[in-house]
């Protein structure tokens, strides 16, 4: 629905608007929320009530405005301190400083905050770098790791080609004594008449018993 309103703004309609714009700057959010708050409350549109703002309310309340804006930091700084504190594991249950306190107290609070974003900052920045080593340390064993297997692989590539070397040599030996001893009845067979194997498989020379 279009909002047409043409009437006086009254003195109720100025203190409605001051105090939306006022919380909304305590609050960190922005004027131009809040004139549209009070356009929807008002059926005026969010350009009037600025318009409004701008031109005649904001000169009375030029005090307010700067308490908010005070209000407003102290706000974002305890925000950012509980961030921090919670962060790191400490206890948010103190008390917010309040906004009359001083620029003693304020600018003590504020070094406290700054202190402690700046400790969060180091420790987050430790974490980092012990991130970064814990990386490249698992990239170190990863590699290690994997020039074992490559080695073992060989090993073990080796030892096949030993142990088939091994069984040929093998086949070989048992073959050549076959040949020695299958024909011991061959009178003419220089093996058969001179040697023969014992029940450990060792050669015997049996010409010698002849003698």
């Not at 001083?102 to 700046?118: A, R």
């Not at 142990?163 to 058969?192: C, G, H, W």
Request: aromatic content about 6%; overall charge negative.
């Amino acid at each position: 629905m279009t909002k047409v309103r043409q009437d006086a703004w009254s003195h109720e309609d100025d203190v409605l608007l001051a105090d939306t714009v006022l919380k909304h700057i305590k609050e960190g959010s922005t004027q131009l929320k809040a004139f549209e708050e009070v356009g929807d409350i008002l059926n005026r549109t969010a350009a009037a009530c600025g318009f409004r703002w701008n031109a005649v309310v904001r000169d009375r309340y030029e005090g307010h405005v700067s308490d908010a804006k005070r209000e407003r930091k102290t706000f974002q700084r305890q925000n950012a301190a509980n961030a921090v504190k919670r962060t790191l594991g400490k206890s948010t249950d103190q008390p917010s400083p309040a906004a009359d306190n001083g620029n003693k107290s304020e600018e003590s609070t504020e070094d406290l905050h700054l202190e402690q974003v700046i400790s969060y900052l180091e420790t987050l920045r430790n974490r980092t770098e012990d991130s970064d080593r814990n990386h490249k340390r698992m990239a170190s064993l990863e590699e290690e790791n994997q020039q074992l297997q490559t080695t073992v692989q060989q090993w073990q590539k080796k030892h096949e080609e030993l142990e088939n070397e091994y069984q040929s040599l093998l086949s070989v030996i048992n073959r050549a004594r076959k040949m020695m001893f299958m024909d011991e009845t061959n009178p003419e067979s220089f093996m058969s008449s001179n040697f023969r194997m014992d029940q450990e498989g060792n050669l015997e020379n049996i010409s010698k018993d002849s003698m």
